[in-house]
């Protein structure tokens, strides 16, 4: 049996899954106001004080520097689980604590495909849109223009992928959850690590609001599918289960017309931005 660790990223005190596959990682926890009585991200080599820009990257990258004799490493959320069996049409589904505990959400579903796939990943949600207009929406247009110019500048071999992925392409596999063996992982942080502090050194974002200030975590995510693709990971997904009484989601019915209309919407519109990129140049959003 392969030695496995999910990082479940905390910062409050709430609900977590501690098992022999669940490791709760207290992120920010060299500033936090609590101690969540968990393993904090602030031992051993870390950057647990970023946690306001980096968001659950810390935890990430405390894990990449400091565990040791683990076969594969992935990351999710105390909120935000992998739900390890199929859910047709969507990313996610929603769940009471309760409801999360009676799932069987076990390593016995999971090492049947660690042997066949370099990477798992959360099922993507889709846009009607590109990637780079999704999180030009989200945040700001410039931050994703200076991510795009480092990428180029530091890794050009990368940028086609880059381009593929955020200007190409309308799924995103989010959250920065993953699931991947230990050789991919620290490939993966040398690089995105390398691309986000060249990133950090070009911009102050401590003048930024506390959501916009987590934009290198938001990076991470678009990133990590980055190198899915300039490395043809093998990859298969599951969808999210997110612990929140307080939402509901739309009918299967209503999944598949959103899951359809979006991806027609995406289709039209690819010619036009083609020949935007080609008869302008520079971004295709």
Known sequence: MPQVKILVCSHKEDFVRSD???????????IAKVDLGIQGDNTGENISEKNPYYSEMTVLYWAWKNLKDVDYIGLCHYRRYFKFSSLPFRSI?????DQFQRMKNTTFNLSKHLGKYDIILAKPFIYPYSLDVNFS?????????????????????????????MEENNKFYGCNMFIAKWDILDNYCKWVFAVLVEVEKLNDYSKYSTYQARVLGAMGERLLQVYVHKHKLKFKTYPIVMLDEQLSLPSVSKSITHFITVNIAFLITRPWRWWKAKYFGGSRS
């Open 137 to 165: 929406i989200e945040h700001y247009s410039d931050d994703y223009r200076l991510l795009k110019k480092v990428v180029l500048g530091l890794f050009p071999d990368y940028y086609p992928s880059f381009i593929h992925v």
């Open 93 to 97: 589904m929603i769940a009471s604590v």
């Open 20 to 30: 022999d596959m669940h490791m709760p990682v207290q992120g920010g926890k060299a």
